[in-house]
C-alpha cells in the first residue's frame, strides 16, 4: 500500500498541528494553561505520521 492516497490529509492535519502549536504558544503567552491544545497538535502530528507511512485512520483507533 503506498502512502499517496493519503498525502492530502496528512498535509492537513500538519497544517492544523502548526495551528493548534500556534494558538498553544499564544494562549501560554497570556498565561492560560494550553496542555490540552498541545496535545492535540501532537495527535495531529502523530496522525498526519501515520497517514504518510499508509496507515489508515481506521487502523489507527486505540
Do not use: H, N
Amino acid at each position: 500500500m503506498t502512502a499517496k492516497p493519503y498525502r492530502r490529509e496528512a498535509a492537513q492535519l500538519r497544517f492544523q498541528a502548526d495551528v493548534l502549536r500556534e494558538v498553544a504558544r499564544s494562549l501560554a503567552q497570556k498565561g492560560i494553561d494550553a496542555r490540552f491544545v498541545e496535545r492535540e497538535a501532537w495527535a495531529c502530528g502523530v496522525e498526519a505520521s501515520l497517514l504518510m507511512q499508509g496507515v489508515p485512520r481506521r487502523a489507527q483507533a486505540i
